[in-house]
Each structure stands twice: as structure tokens, then as C-alpha cells.
């Protein structure tokens, strides 16, 4: 079993800052991509920003220049530095991770969700 426990979501003003966790824990052999993704009420799951295991990144062209990902690999981490939220930024966030297993099984894991809510 392997599972993605997030963190650091919260209501914060317009032009603020938040930061989110994402570790994952379990049965690991090794933590390949992570990301986080975002959904806002009636939208479709959107990617937000990934990191590569090697540390290369990807982001949305909504968040370049106010969100940075990172990650740590010794503890299965991974982050989301969000500066200058702005309202449309308003959603429920989801961490994903491709994990290889100790029995070598590649899956690919979701965590439960955090609201982020950003006020004009």
C-alpha cells in the first residue's frame, strides 16, 4: 500500500502565499514523477506543475513565474510554492506520484485533496 497525504491548503487573501506537501508513504521501492493538479468547482482536473525524479520541471502557463515545485527524495516529498494567488487560483488541489512498489509494481497515486481558496 502506498499513500499521498497532502498539506498546507487554507483560505488566504489575493496576493498571498501558500505552501503545499505531498508526502507519500508505504510500500516504496523508488517515487518517479510528482505533481500536483488542481480542480475548481465544474472544471475539468487541470496539471498545475511536475517534477521529474531528476528534478526537471513542468508548469502551467497560468502559474509560471508565482508557483515553484521542488521536491526532496529522501523523505517522498514534494511542494508547491504558490506567490501572488489570485482568486481564479480557487481550487482543490491533488498531488500525484508514479511509485514503484517493493514488489515492482508501477501505479500511480493520488492524495486526498487540499481546498486551497484565494479572496479578492
Known amino acids: 500500500q502506498v499513500h499521498l497525504v497532502e498539506s498546507g491548503g487554507g483560505l488566504v487573501q489575493a496576493g498571498g502565499s501558500l505552501r503545499l506537501s505531498c508526502a507519500a508513504s508505504?510500500?516504496?521501492?523508488?517515487?518517479?514523477?510528482m505533481g500536483w493538479y488542481r480542480q475548481a468547482p465544474g472544471k475539468q482536473r487541470e496539471l498545475v506543475a511536475s517534477?521529474?525524479?531528476?528534478?526537471?520541471?513542468n508548469s502551467a502557463d497560468s502559474v509560471k513565474g508565482r508557483f515553484t515545485i521542488s521536491r526532496d527524495n529522501a523523505k517522498n516529498t514534494v511542494y508547491l510554492r504558490m506567490n501572488s494567488l489570485k482568486p481564479e487560483d480557487t481550487a482543490v488541489y491533488y498531488c500525484?506520484?508514479?511509485?514503484?512498489?517493493?514488489?515492482?509494481?508501477?501505479?500511480?497515486?493520488w492524495g486526498q485533496g487540499t481546498q486551497v481558496t484565494v479572496s479578492s
Open positions: 508505504g510500500s516504496i521501492f523508488s517515487v518517479n514523477a
Open positions: 500525484n506520484a508514479g511509485v514503484v512498489d517493493v514488489y515492482g509494481l508501477i501505479n500511480s497515486y
Open positions: 517534477i521529474t525524479s531528476g528534478g526537471s520541471t
